[in-house]
Nanobody, 124 residues
Framework: VQLLASGGGLVQAGGSLRLSCAAS????????MGWFRQAPGKEHEFVAS????????YYADSVKGRFTISRDNAKNTVYLQMSSLVPEDTAVYYC??????????????????WGQGTQVTVSS
């Protein structure tokens, strides 16, 4: 499976962006999905995850109430709607899938396939 993340860019603090993660090569409908981010010099950080049906979602405390993860299995795509962005959200954002599980996870090691990342930069 190949994942293609898109939608990143430069935005002012308080603005919004919507990231997309489109899959090819295999359907994502039965697997959990997640978004992680990595700022320069830092480890990968969990952002959000979603179950195969979309009914179960988890968020990092730092983004709760500002970000929303969703999925459209018919389009084989997962989204991350980001609002009220702050400079601390600046990072490369990665999507990932768990082929062997229907549920998302907060843990980087639980994911099987990763997208190439999309840069999000929030200016103050």
């Amino acid at each position: 499976v190949q994942l293609l993340a898109s939608g990143g860019g430069l935005v002012q603090a308080g603005g919004s962006l919507r990231l997309s993660c489109a899959a090819s090569g295999r359907t994502l409908s039965s697997g959990g999905m997640g978004w992680f981010r990595q700022a320069p010099g830092k480890e990968h950080e969990f952002v959000a995850s979603i179950s195969w049906s979309g009914s179960i979602t988890y968020y990092a405390d730092s983004v709760k109430g500002r970000f929303t993860i969703s999925r459209d299995n018919a389009k084989n795509t997962v989204y991350l709607q980001m609002s009220s962005l702050v400079p601390e959200d600046t990072a490369v954002y990665y999507c990932a899938t768990r082929i062997g599980s229907r549920y998302g996870s907060r843990f980087y090691k639980d994911y099987d396939h990763w997208g190439q990342g999309t840069q999000v930069t929030v200016s103050s």
